[in-house]
């Protein structure tokens, strides 16, 4: 007769060795799809995250405190955006983003690196990053429609809207009188 503990041992050791089989009705290669459009969206987003931090506490000049202020309110939407993204993908029985190397691998967002950089075009930079964020989200819409992941079609739908307000926000932000 067979001991039921190490019976129970060897079931648990082989569920641990044992490939995501996360259930789901899409197709394989829908998930894989899905998977590779939200862990570019994720790498995109990381980027945008850092960029708007980076700006955040490296701003100076006349308008500090409201620049201050609204790029750190806009890295936290940014960052807010990063665990549901993953968690989808993961739902789905993708695998997701590992590192800041892998994150630097698959961002499509431009790092901005320089020693300063003037208020207005630290503006504009994140604008155009939003704008160019807004439509990579779309993309991805497109291929979750494709597979009729709505789910994620409707994740996605709420992130253009925050995406495009801050568009509007670092635009308005930076029209002069």
Known sequence: MKNPSSTKTNELLQRRRAPLATRTDLEASATKDIAGAMNGILADVFALYLKTKN????????????YHLLFDEQAEQLFAMTDPIAERVRKLGGSTLKSIGHISRTQRILDNDADYVEPRDMLAELADDNKTLTTRLRETHEVCDEHRDIASASLIE??????????????????RR
């Open 55 to 66: 700006f955040h506490w490296h701003i100076s000049g006349p308008h500090f405190r409201d």
């Open 158 to 175: 709420t992130w253009i809207d925050e995406t495009e307000r801050r568009t509007w926000f670092l635009f308005e932000a930076s029209r």
